[in-house]
């Protein structure tokens, strides 16, 4: 991956397919009304709590998606770290210029791995251990939302979002690491609450560091 892909990837037939079987196989049971599911939808892989996964609201991963791919631009790459529920909803098409940009998501949970090239293994604990077709600063946004509440796991994650962005960080995480966060990547912590699928214990914030009107008061 490099500054000069042009073209925003597109998936095909054979992988939409694999991914309906893949999204079908992580359900707990099929729909109520009986209506094709959708592989990219929000909650599509069970979250697992022995990985510290709690998804994101519906509402809430439609608030970021958006938030991306306005700061990304017109053919902009994003890059969402242990972020999945907002690349799933890049992907469902119903964002206002998703089309327009592409997006790979960067997780430890293996399951991942059906959304084919858009899946790039990421474990924290060798926050530089990337593919070699990743290069740095290759990234328009980078979206991270570390998976436990620590400063040895932000410091960690903290490395990969620098060495993948261009410049803009959008970060979620409790809003405990607000000082650690503001230390570590410049960022500031916006009005904007998301919300979780789960209602957490701790709470939890956004912060950027670029000038945002949908997220800052």
Not at 23 to 45: C, I, L, Q
Not at 100 to 128: K, M, Q
Request: contains cysteine; negative net charge; hydrophobic residues 35%.
């Amino acid at each position: 991956m490099s500054d000069s892909d042009d073209d925003v990837p597109t998936l095909s037939a054979h992988t939409l397919a694999a991914l309906q079987e893949f999204y079908n196989e992580t359900r707990t049971g099929p729909d109520p009304d009986g209506t094709p599911s959708d592989p990219f939808a929000v909650g599509a892989v069970e979250e697992d709590w022995r990985m510290s996964q709690f998804w994101y609201s519906d509402e809430t991963a439609a608030v970021l998606a958006e938030e991306a791919v306005r700061q990304a631009g017109e053919g902009g790459r994003i890059a969402c770290v242990s972020a999945p529920s907002v690349y799933q909803k890049l992907k469902q098409g119903v964002v206002d210029g998703s089309g327009r940009v592409s997006a790979v998501v960067l997780e430890y949970d293996r399951r991942f791995a059906a959304y084919a090239d858009d899946f790039i293994f990421y474990d924290y604990n060798e926050p530089l251990s990337l593919p070699s077709g990743v290069a740095p600063r290759s990234f328009d946004i980078v979206l991270a939302d570390p998976p436990y509440l620590s400063e040895e796991c932000l410091s960690k994650v903290a490395q990969t979002v620098q060495y993948l962005s261009k410049g803009k960080v959008l970060l979620c995480t409790g809003a405990t690491m607000e000082n650690v966060a503001k230390e570590l990547l410049g960022v500031k912590m916006c009005s904007f609450l998301p919300k979780h699928n789960r209602n957490l214990s701790n709470e939890f914030r956004c912060f950027v560091n670029y000038p945002s009107d949908l997220l800052c008061s």
